[in-house]
Nanobody, 127 residues
Framework: QVQLVESGGGSAQAGGSLRLSCQVSEHIGDNIYYMAWFRQAPGKEREAVAGVYLLSGKTYYVESVKGRFTCSLSNAKPLPALHLQMDNLTPDDTAVYYC?????????????????WGQGTQVTVSA
């Protein structure tokens, strides 16, 4: 049962831009506290990229993407959508990007906090 549907991604050259979107496709329950983007490169662990605390709108970024990526939330009723605008891309940004949602309070960048995941979308950046 698909609950988070990602779109966007694809290929870009270094310095280029891509935009990801994540739509909550079905009601996954009340009290979604966090939505976030994670990524996983080949041979590496899944890592947090950016996130939003829905109750306040506060955004979070890992250091490597600050100033280049912008995470935003479309809190349209009845279901929210999360976006990730990625600018000034580098080959190190190449990975499968996953959208995630959490109904628990905790550290936004912790993978185990999230109970709903998208299927992932590939982002490839060439030098």
């Amino acid at each position: 049962q698909v609950q988070l549907v990602e779109s966007g991604g694809g290929s870009a050259q270094a310095g280029g831009s891509l935009r990801l979107s994540c739509q909550v496709s079905e009601h996954i329950g009340d009290n979604i506290y966090y939505m976030a983007w994670f990524r996983q490169a080949p041979g590496k662990e899944r890592e947090a990229v950016a996130g939003v605390y829905l109750l306040s709108g506060k955004t979070y970024y890992v250091e490597s993407v600050k100033g280049r990526f912008t995470c935003s939330l479309s809190n349209a009723k009845p279901l929210p959508a999360l976006h990730l605008q990625m600018d000034n891309l580098t080959p190190d940004d190449t990975a499968v990007y996953y959208c995630a949602a959490s109904q628990r309070i905790g550290s936004w960048s912790t993978t185990s906090l999230y109970n709903a995941w998208g299927q992932g979308t590939q982002v490839t950046v060439s030098a």
